[in-house]
Protein backbone atom coordinates (compact mmCIF):
# COMPACT_ATOMS: atom_id res chain seq x y z
CA UNK A 1 0.00 0.00 0.00
CA UNK A 2 1.97 2.82 -1.38
CA UNK A 3 0.86 6.35 -0.52
CA UNK A 4 -0.12 8.38 -3.78
CA UNK A 5 2.31 10.89 -4.11
CA UNK A 6 1.98 14.70 -3.96
CA UNK A 7 3.20 16.97 -5.90
CA UNK A 8 1.90 20.19 -4.73
CA UNK A 9 3.73 20.40 -1.70
CA UNK A 10 7.04 20.47 -3.00
CA UNK A 11 6.09 23.21 -5.75
CA UNK A 12 4.45 24.69 -2.36
CA UNK A 13 7.82 24.73 -0.65
CA UNK A 14 9.85 25.79 -3.76
CA UNK A 15 7.54 29.09 -3.70
CA UNK A 16 8.00 29.34 -0.39
CA UNK A 17 11.36 29.16 -0.14
CA UNK A 18 12.18 31.62 -3.70
CA UNK A 19 10.23 34.01 -1.53
CA UNK A 20 11.89 33.65 1.77
CA UNK A 21 15.39 34.10 -0.50
CA UNK A 22 14.27 37.39 -1.49
CA UNK A 23 13.99 38.41 2.27
CA UNK A 24 10.61 39.48 2.29
CA UNK A 25 9.37 38.81 5.58
CA UNK A 26 6.49 41.00 5.57
CA UNK A 27 3.43 39.43 6.90
CA UNK A 28 5.76 35.79 7.16
CA UNK A 29 5.27 33.46 10.36
CA UNK A 30 7.94 34.10 12.93
CA UNK A 31 11.04 33.14 12.67
CA UNK A 32 11.20 33.24 8.15
CA UNK A 33 13.67 34.66 6.34
CA UNK A 34 16.93 33.63 5.48
CA UNK A 35 17.51 31.42 8.04
CA UNK A 36 13.97 29.69 7.11
CA UNK A 37 15.37 29.15 3.54
CA UNK A 38 18.32 27.66 4.50
CA UNK A 39 16.98 25.22 6.80
CA UNK A 40 17.97 22.91 8.20
CA UNK A 41 21.47 24.16 8.41
CA UNK A 42 22.10 21.84 12.30
CA UNK A 43 20.78 19.13 14.00
CA UNK A 44 16.81 18.20 14.39
CA UNK A 45 15.97 16.86 17.71
CA UNK A 46 12.77 14.32 17.30
CA UNK A 47 11.01 13.52 20.97
CA UNK A 48 9.11 10.34 21.17
CA UNK A 49 6.37 10.80 24.05
CA UNK A 50 6.39 6.75 24.48
CA UNK A 51 8.56 4.03 25.81
CA UNK A 52 11.03 2.87 23.56
CA UNK A 53 10.24 -0.09 21.30
CA UNK A 54 6.93 0.77 20.57
CA UNK A 55 4.79 1.64 17.20
CA UNK A 56 5.31 5.46 18.00
CA UNK A 57 9.51 4.84 18.73
CA UNK A 58 9.40 2.79 15.61
CA UNK A 59 7.42 5.57 13.58
CA UNK A 60 10.01 8.16 14.97
CA UNK A 61 13.26 6.42 14.64
CA UNK A 62 12.40 5.19 10.61
CA UNK A 63 11.33 8.50 9.63
CA UNK A 64 14.02 10.26 11.26
CA UNK A 65 16.28 7.81 9.51
CA UNK A 66 15.11 8.73 6.58
CA UNK A 67 15.08 12.45 7.19
CA UNK A 68 18.92 12.19 7.90
CA UNK A 69 19.35 11.28 4.63
CA UNK A 70 17.40 14.00 2.81
CA UNK A 71 18.44 16.97 4.71
CA UNK A 72 22.05 15.71 5.48
CA UNK A 73 20.96 16.78 8.81
CA UNK A 74 21.51 14.47 12.23
CA UNK A 75 17.81 13.82 13.72
CA UNK A 76 18.62 12.65 17.11
CA UNK A 77 15.50 10.74 18.71
CA UNK A 78 14.83 11.00 22.37
CA UNK A 79 12.19 9.00 24.28
CA UNK A 80 10.50 11.54 26.75
CA UNK A 81 7.22 9.10 27.75
CA UNK A 82 4.94 9.79 30.79
CA UNK A 83 1.51 11.14 31.24
CA UNK A 84 -0.15 9.64 27.92
CA UNK A 85 2.32 11.29 25.65
CA UNK A 86 2.09 15.28 27.72
CA UNK A 87 5.66 14.71 28.63
CA UNK A 88 6.73 14.61 25.46
CA UNK A 89 4.77 17.24 23.81
CA UNK A 90 5.83 19.80 26.88
CA UNK A 91 9.84 18.87 26.11
CA UNK A 92 9.18 19.59 22.31
CA UNK A 93 7.40 23.12 22.90
CA UNK A 94 9.81 24.22 25.48
CA UNK A 95 11.82 24.39 22.80
CA UNK A 96 11.72 27.12 20.20
CA UNK A 97 9.54 27.10 16.81
CA UNK A 98 11.93 26.98 14.24
CA UNK A 99 12.06 23.17 13.30
CA UNK A 100 14.80 21.68 15.20
CA UNK A 101 12.51 20.50 17.64
CA UNK A 102 9.30 18.13 16.84
CA UNK A 103 7.82 15.43 18.01
CA UNK A 104 6.09 12.61 17.04
CA UNK A 105 2.26 12.77 17.76
CA UNK A 106 -0.03 9.38 18.19
CA UNK A 107 -3.74 10.70 17.70
CA UNK A 108 -6.04 10.48 19.33
CA UNK A 109 -3.71 10.56 22.49
CA UNK A 110 -2.13 13.72 21.58
CA UNK A 111 -5.80 15.73 20.81
CA UNK A 112 -7.61 14.12 23.81
CA UNK A 113 -4.96 14.93 26.38
CA UNK A 114 -5.96 18.36 26.93
CA UNK A 115 -9.18 17.96 26.87
CA UNK A 116 -9.30 15.66 29.57
CA UNK A 117 -6.66 17.60 32.04
CA UNK A 118 -4.48 20.18 32.34
CA UNK A 119 -1.37 18.80 30.13
CA UNK A 120 0.97 21.24 29.77
CA UNK A 121 -0.46 22.46 26.08
CA UNK A 122 -3.48 22.48 23.77
CA UNK A 123 -4.14 21.86 20.31
CA UNK A 124 -3.61 25.23 19.01
CA UNK A 125 0.01 25.05 20.70
CA UNK A 126 0.84 22.38 17.85
CA UNK A 127 1.12 21.82 14.12
CA UNK A 128 0.44 18.40 12.93
CA UNK A 129 2.58 18.29 9.82
CA UNK A 130 2.13 14.48 8.52
CA UNK A 131 1.21 11.12 9.28
CA UNK A 132 3.18 8.64 8.79
CA UNK A 133 1.78 5.36 10.17
CA UNK A 134 -1.80 4.33 11.06
CA UNK A 135 -2.37 1.50 13.02
CA UNK A 136 -5.65 -0.08 13.69
CA UNK A 137 -6.21 -1.60 16.97
CA UNK A 138 -6.51 -5.68 18.38
CA UNK A 139 -8.34 -6.82 21.40
CA UNK A 140 -5.56 -9.90 22.35
CA UNK A 141 -5.44 -12.18 25.11
CA UNK A 142 -2.91 -14.84 26.13
CA UNK A 143 -2.33 -18.09 25.15
CA UNK A 144 -3.95 -19.75 28.02
CA UNK A 145 -7.05 -17.56 28.26
CA UNK A 146 -10.30 -19.58 28.54
CA UNK A 147 -11.41 -17.31 26.37
CA UNK A 148 -11.74 -19.18 22.37
CA UNK A 149 -13.57 -16.00 20.97
CA UNK A 150 -15.13 -12.75 20.67
CA UNK A 151 -17.90 -14.07 21.55
CA UNK A 152 -17.04 -15.75 24.55
CA UNK A 153 -15.30 -12.73 26.10
CA UNK A 154 -18.01 -10.36 25.32
CA UNK A 155 -20.51 -12.85 26.75
CA UNK A 156 -18.49 -12.71 29.90
CA UNK A 157 -18.45 -9.50 30.37
CA UNK A 158 -22.43 -8.55 29.53
CA UNK A 159 -22.71 -11.21 32.49
CA UNK A 160 -20.14 -9.83 35.12
CA UNK A 161 -19.57 -5.55 34.26
CA UNK A 162 -16.03 -4.53 35.41
CA UNK A 163 -14.71 -8.37 35.95
CA UNK A 164 -12.28 -8.52 32.76
CA UNK A 165 -9.23 -6.34 32.82
CA UNK A 166 -8.29 -4.87 29.59
CA UNK A 167 -4.87 -3.45 28.88
CA UNK A 168 -4.78 -0.15 27.20
CA UNK A 169 -2.09 2.24 26.08
CA UNK A 170 -3.64 5.05 28.43
CA UNK A 171 -6.23 6.71 29.37
CA UNK A 172 -6.94 9.07 26.45
CA UNK A 173 -6.18 6.71 23.43
CA UNK A 174 -8.45 5.50 21.01
CA UNK A 175 -8.48 2.32 22.83
CA UNK A 176 -9.84 3.59 26.12
CA UNK A 177 -12.36 5.85 24.30
CA UNK A 178 -13.42 3.48 22.49
CA UNK A 179 -13.62 1.07 25.19
CA UNK A 180 -15.64 3.53 27.33
CA UNK A 181 -17.69 3.82 24.30
CA UNK A 182 -18.49 0.03 24.27
CA UNK A 183 -19.60 0.95 28.11
CA UNK A 184 -21.76 4.07 27.79
CA UNK A 185 -23.53 2.74 24.47
CA UNK A 186 -24.03 -1.05 24.17
CA UNK A 187 -23.92 -1.78 28.14
CA UNK A 188 -20.46 -3.89 27.79
CA UNK A 189 -18.29 -2.64 30.51
CA UNK A 190 -14.54 -3.56 30.82
CA UNK A 191 -11.78 -2.54 33.67
CA UNK A 192 -9.48 -0.82 31.58
CA UNK A 193 -6.04 -0.42 32.80
CA UNK A 194 -3.42 2.16 31.46
CA UNK A 195 0.03 1.31 30.68
CA UNK A 196 2.64 3.50 28.95
CA UNK A 197 3.06 1.47 25.67
CA UNK A 198 3.24 -2.15 24.14
CA UNK A 199 6.25 -3.11 25.79
CA UNK A 200 4.19 -2.80 29.31
CA UNK A 201 1.13 -4.29 27.72
CA UNK A 202 2.62 -7.00 26.38
CA UNK A 203 4.90 -7.81 30.00
CA UNK A 204 1.34 -7.78 31.62
CA UNK A 205 -0.79 -9.60 29.33
CA UNK A 206 2.30 -12.66 29.08
CA UNK A 207 2.69 -12.61 32.95
CA UNK A 208 -1.21 -13.01 33.87
CA UNK A 209 -1.92 -9.47 35.36
CA UNK A 210 -4.69 -8.37 32.77
CA UNK A 211 -6.97 -10.65 30.86
CA UNK A 212 -6.69 -9.20 27.48
CA UNK A 213 -4.93 -5.70 26.00
CA UNK A 214 -7.00 -3.78 23.77
CA UNK A 215 -3.35 -2.75 21.81
CA UNK A 216 -1.71 -1.23 18.63
CA UNK A 217 -1.39 -4.01 16.08
CA UNK A 218 2.08 -3.26 15.31
CA UNK A 219 4.93 -5.51 14.32
CA UNK A 220 5.82 -6.16 17.87
CA UNK A 221 2.26 -7.59 18.34
CA UNK A 222 2.04 -9.14 15.33
CA UNK A 223 5.11 -10.94 16.19
CA UNK A 224 3.55 -11.99 18.99
CA UNK A 225 0.54 -13.57 17.01
CA UNK A 226 2.44 -15.10 14.92
CA UNK A 227 4.55 -16.66 18.04
CA UNK A 228 1.13 -18.01 19.74
CA UNK A 229 1.77 -16.36 22.26
CA UNK A 230 -1.40 -13.77 21.51
CA UNK A 231 -4.58 -14.79 20.55
CA UNK A 232 -6.41 -11.88 18.86
CA UNK A 233 -10.23 -11.79 19.15
CA UNK A 234 -11.15 -8.64 17.06
CA UNK A 235 -10.00 -5.98 15.24
CA UNK A 236 -10.91 -2.30 15.37
CA UNK A 237 -11.62 -1.22 11.64
CA UNK A 238 -14.95 -1.45 9.89
CA UNK A 239 -13.94 -4.06 8.02
CA UNK A 240 -11.52 -7.42 8.36
CA UNK A 241 -7.97 -7.34 7.48
CA UNK A 242 -5.73 -9.61 6.12
CA UNK A 243 -2.67 -9.71 8.09
CA UNK A 244 -4.84 -10.89 11.46
CA UNK A 245 -7.28 -13.69 11.84
CA UNK A 246 -9.93 -12.10 13.92
CA UNK A 247 -13.01 -10.15 13.41
CA UNK A 248 -14.03 -6.95 13.47
CA UNK A 249 -15.65 -5.27 16.27
CA UNK A 250 -18.31 -4.01 14.14
CA UNK A 251 -19.25 -7.49 13.58
CA UNK A 252 -19.50 -8.78 16.74
CA UNK A 253 -21.99 -6.36 18.03
CA UNK A 254 -20.18 -3.40 18.13
CA UNK A 255 -20.98 -1.58 14.77
CA UNK A 256 -19.72 2.09 15.93
CA UNK A 257 -16.34 0.90 17.28
CA UNK A 258 -14.84 1.42 14.37
CA UNK A 259 -12.51 4.62 15.30
CA UNK A 260 -9.65 2.85 17.22
CA UNK A 261 -7.14 3.46 14.80
CA UNK A 262 -4.05 5.31 15.65
CA UNK A 263 -2.36 8.19 13.61
CA UNK A 264 1.46 9.02 14.06
CA UNK A 265 2.79 11.36 12.66
CA UNK A 266 5.55 14.51 12.87
CA UNK A 267 4.69 17.96 14.49
CA UNK A 268 5.81 20.90 15.34
CA UNK A 269 5.17 23.59 17.57
CA UNK A 270 2.73 26.65 16.21
CA UNK A 271 4.37 28.93 15.03
CA UNK A 272 6.77 27.47 13.28
CA UNK A 273 7.59 28.92 10.25
CA UNK A 274 5.15 28.23 6.70
CA UNK A 275 8.03 27.13 4.82
CA UNK A 276 9.74 24.85 7.31
CA UNK A 277 6.80 23.32 7.72
CA UNK A 278 6.34 23.31 4.18
CA UNK A 279 9.85 21.79 3.44
CA UNK A 280 9.13 18.75 6.52
CA UNK A 281 5.42 18.25 5.13
CA UNK A 282 6.90 17.40 1.64
CA UNK A 283 10.48 15.69 3.28
CA UNK A 284 7.90 12.82 4.85
CA UNK A 285 5.91 12.74 1.48
CA UNK A 286 9.10 11.19 -0.49
CA UNK A 287 9.96 9.42 2.53
CA UNK A 288 6.62 7.75 2.24
CA UNK A 289 7.57 6.67 -1.36
CA UNK A 290 11.10 5.06 -0.14
CA UNK A 291 10.80 1.24 -0.53
CA UNK A 292 13.11 0.84 2.56
CA UNK A 293 11.43 3.48 4.60
CA UNK A 294 8.14 1.54 3.82
CA UNK A 295 9.35 -1.59 4.72
CA UNK A 296 10.32 -0.57 8.01
CA UNK A 297 7.46 0.71 9.08
CA UNK A 298 5.66 -2.09 7.63
CA UNK A 299 3.44 -1.68 4.17
CA UNK A 300 0.47 -2.38 6.14
CA UNK A 301 0.84 0.48 8.05
CA UNK A 302 1.55 3.17 5.59
CA UNK A 303 -1.69 5.01 4.40
CA UNK A 304 -2.81 4.38 0.95
CA UNK A 305 -3.05 8.49 0.80
CA UNK A 306 -0.55 11.06 1.82
CA UNK A 307 -2.13 12.68 4.96
CA UNK A 308 -0.28 16.18 4.95
CA UNK A 309 -0.68 19.36 7.49
CA UNK A 310 -4.65 19.56 6.51
CA UNK A 311 -5.82 16.74 6.31
CA UNK A 312 -3.83 15.62 9.54
CA UNK A 313 -5.31 18.82 11.22
CA UNK A 314 -9.07 17.57 9.59
CA UNK A 315 -8.65 13.86 11.59
CA UNK A 316 -7.59 15.73 15.07
CA UNK A 317 -10.72 17.83 14.72
CA UNK A 318 -12.79 14.76 13.82
CA UNK A 319 -11.10 12.90 16.70
CA UNK A 320 -11.97 16.16 19.19
CA UNK A 321 -15.57 15.97 17.97
CA UNK A 322 -16.35 12.26 18.43
CA UNK A 323 -14.30 12.00 22.10
CA UNK A 324 -14.69 14.91 22.99
CA UNK A 325 -18.70 14.06 24.55
CA UNK A 326 -17.07 11.05 26.42
CA UNK A 327 -14.19 13.26 28.21
CA UNK A 328 -16.72 15.89 29.26
CA UNK A 329 -19.73 13.38 30.87
Known amino acids: MRPIRRTAPALVAASVLVLAACGDDEGGSSGGGGEAADYPTDDINLYVPYAAGGPTDLAART ?13 IVENR ?6 IG ?10 GYTLSI ?7 TNPLQD ?11 IAAVTEIPSVLAVGADSEFADAEA ?5 EENPGSLNVGVPGTTTSQAMELQRMAEEYDTELTLVPFTGNAEMTTALLGGNVDAVFINSSQDVLTQIEAGDFVPLAVSTPEAVDYIDAPPLAEVGFP ?4 SVSVFGLAAPAETPDDVVSTLEDTVSTCLGNPETVEQ ?22 IVEVYGPIIEN
Open 297 to 318: LGEQYVPDEFIGTDAFQDRIAE
Open 118 to 128: EVGYTNEDYIP
Open 89 to 98: MQAMLAEDPD
Open 63 to 75: IASCMEEEFGQTV
Open 153 to 157: FFAEA
Open 81 to 86: EGASGS
Open 256 to 259: ELTN
Open 105 to 111: IAVPATA
